[in-house]
């Protein structure tokens, strides 16, 4: 089994910043890639941004230039530098691995960007 666990969510006020932090454990083989998705209200979980094991990132389009998806390899963590957060990046955020071929997610993580 594998387990994903995240941390760092919270409140905070447009224009702020957070950090997540998700961690893999368990029967952990290879893992070939780690990130983020969000899922709003009445609308569909979307990907925020992944990072495969060798370094090659993908991110949705509403958060480039403001996220930063970074991982260690060595403790089995994705992290999510959010800055310059906005009301419309308020969601649930789910982290998600796929390894050994198998895909796992997180129990989620509340962000929610309000004054």
């Known amino acids: 089994q594998v387990q994903l666990v995240e941390s760092g969510g919270g409140l905070v006020q447009p224009g702020g910043s957070l950090r997540l932090s998700c961690t893999a454990s368990?029967?952990?083989?290879?893992?070939?890639?780690m990130g983020w998705f969000r899922q709003a209200p009445g609308k569909l979980r979307e990907l925020v941004a992944s990072i495969t094991s060798g370094g090659s990132t993908n991110y949705g389009d509403s958060v480039k230039g403001r996220f930063t998806i970074s991982r260690d390899n060595a403790k089995n963590t994705v992290y999510l530098q959010m800055n310059s957060l906005k009301p419309e990046d308020t969601g649930v955020y789910y982290c998600r691995a796929i390894i050994g071929g198998g895909v796992y997610w997180g129990q989620g993580t509340q962000v929610t960007v309000s004054s």
């Open positions: 368990g029967s952990i083989s290879s893992i070939y890639s």
